[in-house]
T-cell receptor
Framework: GAGVSQSPSNKVTEKGKDVELRCDPISGHTALYWYRQSLGQGLEFLIYFQGNSAPDKSGLPSDRFSAERTGGSVSTLTIQRTQQEDSAVYLC??????????FGSGTRLTVV | TQLLEQSPQFLSIQEGENLTVYCNSSSVFSSLQWYRQEPGEGPVLLVTVVTGGEVKKLKRLTFQFGDARKDSSLHITAAQPGDTGLYLCAGTSGTYKYIFGTGTRLKVLA
């Protein structure tokens, strides 16, 4: 596609429920990144994909967080048993090899 | 752990004023980027600097990378309301991963 597409744009969920966030990167971009942004702050790195593999998962905050990427394209970030501290904007970016990031508009997750 | 500290955290100025935002670290970066983010949107890349001492200009915005490649500044001349947003610096040591700064929230009043 022309840009990075994320869905849903907003998600309100009850504490303890599981959520799935989707990222559709720019066509042909091999690298994909997930970041988390709390309340207008800087971005916190979560995970990096090159193709379908994730050589760097070091930013995932706990084992409740997981992500996968299929077909070298769409990625899904899953948060199990959500907690209130998971509330944030989850941003996805993609890039070509050594290229610049293009970010999506993010998913605003609110855990109530 | 690499950290990028930005200052000031918040800045509210009148249209037409000049301002400078700083991005500092104790780590050396191979390149550094500046982004602007508007509410409800993802960050948008403004510039990438890669050489120590490098200065890049983008219309009324001037970006400088420190000689030691540990710090950077963004100077805006004659700020306009359209410059309002969250400014983020991000640095990399040459890998795929960018570390983002704490952000500077700028508001330009008409």
């Amino acid at each position: 596609g022309a840009g990075v597409s994320q869905s849903p744009s907003n998600k309100v969920t009850e504490k303890g429920k599981d959520v799935e966030l989707r990222c559709d990167p720019i066509s042909g971009h091999t690298a994909l990144y997930w970041y988390r942004q709390s309340l207008g702050q800087g971005l916190e790195f979560l995970i990096y994909f090159q193709g379908n593999s994730a050589p760097d998962k070091s930013g995932l905050p706990s084992d409740r967080f997981s992500a996968e990427r299929t077909g070298g394209s769409v990625s899904t970030l899953t948060i199990q048993r959500t907690q209130q501290e998971d509330s944030a904007v989850y941003l996805c970016a993609s890039s070509s090899v050594r290229g610049s990031y293009t970010f999506g508009s993010g998913t605003r997750l609110t855990v109530v | 752990t690499q950290l990028l500290e930005q200052s000031p955290q918040f800045l509210s100025i009148q249209e037409g004023e000049n301002l400078t935002v700083y991005c500092n670290s104790s780590s050396v970066f191979s390149s550094l980027q500046w982004y602007r983010q508007e509410p409800g949107e993802g960050p948008v890349l403004l510039v990438t600097v890669v050489t120590g001492g490098e200065v890049k200009k983008l219309k009324r915005l001037t970006f400088q990378f420190g000689d030691a490649r540990k710090d950077s500044s963004l100077h805006i001349t004659a700020a306009q309301p359209g410059d309002t947003g969250l400014y983020l610096c991000a640095g990399t040591s040459g890998t795929y991963k960018y570390i983002f700064g704490t952000g500077t929230r700028l508001k330009v009043l008409a």
